[in-house]
């Protein structure tokens, strides 16, 4: 079950080595997406290669960001994209059924336009204004969320400016996990903040 996976979501920032992404997983982050806005395919097609024993050992999906054809030519197990990525459809069909693919969902009006059967989990945010993504839509906040959600069968994850002190909120507001950069990448130890995180969402 996907949902399962989505409690600690690790979103890598651009750059992130394999010792941040094997840090946050040591830690208890139980979903990982390689998102890399500068990186160049075969660097993160080798980044995929050189995670990927450790995170299927662990059962930690690894999942790319946008880039369909370092899916295909990786091993990842799925995509994540937006919504002006391409239609999720043939997004589905290049995939084929053994792959996750995770969309992200910036307003209500987005749920809309998502065929049945097609996306596995949402992106749901930015719940909260970041420097992260300098171009985000307008934040949700949890109301916004919990609407989003409660409209959704698709399981969802709260992202954007979201951190440990946020896990009993975005449960109650219906999410099946929260997805951070900067609350594992900016840590002086990632390791470290992926376990708080791990054990906010236990005990929220
Ligand atoms: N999509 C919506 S907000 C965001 C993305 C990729 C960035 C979240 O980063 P942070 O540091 O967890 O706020
Ligand atoms: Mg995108």
């Given at each position: 079950m996907i949902r399962a996976r989505l409690p600690v979501y690790f979103v890598t920032p651009d750059g992130a080595s394999p010792e941040l992404v094997l840090a946050a997983v040591r830690g208890g982050a139980t979903m990982v997406q390689l998102r890399d806005?500068?990186?160049?395919d075969d660097a993160l097609i080798e980044l995929v290669r050189a995670l990927k024993p450790e995170l299927a050992r662990r059962g930690v999906p690894l999942i790319v960001n946008d880039r369909l054809e370092v899916v295909l030519a990786s091993g990842a197990d799925g995509l994540h994209v937006g919504q002006s990525d391409g239609s999720p459809l043939a997004l589905r069909r290049a995939l084929g059924p053994g792959r996750l693919l995770g969309l992200s969902v910036e307003?209500?009006?987005?749920?809309?336009a998502i065929p049945a059967g097609?996306?596995?989990?949402l992106g749901v945010g930015p719940v909260r204004a970041t420097?992260?993504?300098?171009?985000?839509?307008a934040p949700l906040g949890f109301g916004g969320l919990a609407r989003i959600a409660a409209a959704s069968a698709l399981p969802c994850v709260a992202i954007g400016?979201?951190?440990?002190?946020d896990a009993r909120a975005l449960k109650a507001a219906g999410a099946a996990g929260m997805a951070v950069v900067s609350a594992i990448s900016a840590a002086s130890d990632p390791e470290a903040a992926a376990r708080a995180l791990a054990g906010a969402w236990r005990n929220a």
């Open positions: 806005k500068k990186a160049g307003a209500m009006a987005h749920l809309g097609v996306v596995d989990y420097a992260t993504k300098p171009d985000h839509a400016g979201v951190g440990a002190g």
